[in-house]
């Protein structure tokens, strides 16, 4: 079986994970999440990007979605409104997971809405950083 390529690309914010509001974003840093889904899932191949810029995210999409099998987007705010991060979504060949740390539907109503998930594979929310984890396991199901 051919290498499973997962790319993770969290948007706005997402940076100051464990540096800021830990009670509603927990208190462990993305990059050290990161090494330890890395040790993990030795067998799989995972990449990593995050940007505050709208554009850059799309452009992340577009890249990676035509490379990888995978990816776990967490666009954080732009979830919400931005119509062109869910045009590239749809764009790409490629599975896409949506995450969110928190329970969207618990807080704000504006935080209702995605323009993500329409063109998901699927959705996962509410869970902590562990949502990351599940995605991979939904990605990995979905290869089998
Ligand atoms: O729950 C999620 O994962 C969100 O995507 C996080 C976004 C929020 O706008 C979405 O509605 C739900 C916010 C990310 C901000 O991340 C921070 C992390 C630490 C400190 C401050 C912000």
Same mark, same amino acid.
């Given at each position: 079986?051919?290498?499973?390529?997962? $790319?993770?690309?969290?948007?706005? &914010?997402?940076?100051?994970?464990?540096?800021? !509001?830990?009670?509603?974003?927990?208190?462990?840093?993305?990059?050290?999440?990161?090494?330890?889904?890395? /040790? /993990?899932?030795?067998?799989?191949?995972?990449?990593?990007?995050?940007? &505050? $810029?709208?554009?850059?995210?799309? &452009?992340?999409?577009?890249?990676?979605?035509?490379?990888?099998?995978g990816?776990?987007?967490? /666009?954080?705010?732009?979830?919400?409104?931005?119509? +062109?991060?869910?045009? =590239? $979504?749809? /764009?790409?060949?490629?599975?896409?997971?949506? $995450?969110?740390?928190?329970?969207?539907?618990?807080? !704000?109503?504006?935080?209702?809405?995605?323009?993500?998930?329409?063109? =998901?594979?699927?959705?996962?929310?509410?869970?902590?950083?562990? +949502?990351?984890?599940?995605?991979?396991?939904a990605l990995i199901?979905f290869?089998?």
């Amino acid at each position: 079986m051919s290498q499973l390529n997962i $790319v993770i690309i969290n948007g706005p &914010n997402l940076n100051l994970l464990g540096k800021r !509001e830990p009670e509603i974003y927990g208190s462990t840093t993305f990059e050290d999440y990161f090494k330890q889904i890395k /040790a /993990a899932y030795p067998h799989i191949h995972f990449d990593y990007f995050q940007s &505050n $810029v709208e554009g850059e995210l799309i &452009n992340a999409i577009q890249q990676f979605g035509f490379s990888h099998q995978g990816i776990i987007l967490n /666009a954080a705010a732009y979830t919400h409104t931005s119509v +062109g991060i869910g045009d =590239a $979504v749809k /764009a790409v060949p490629c599975r896409v997971v949506e $995450v969110h740390i928190s329970n969207t539907f618990s807080r !704000e109503s504006f935080r209702h809405q995605s323009y993500i998930s329409p063109n =998901a594979a699927g959705v996962i929310l509410g869970f902590g950083l562990k +949502g990351y984890e599940l995605a991979v396991e939904a990605l990995i199901d979905f290869k089998k």
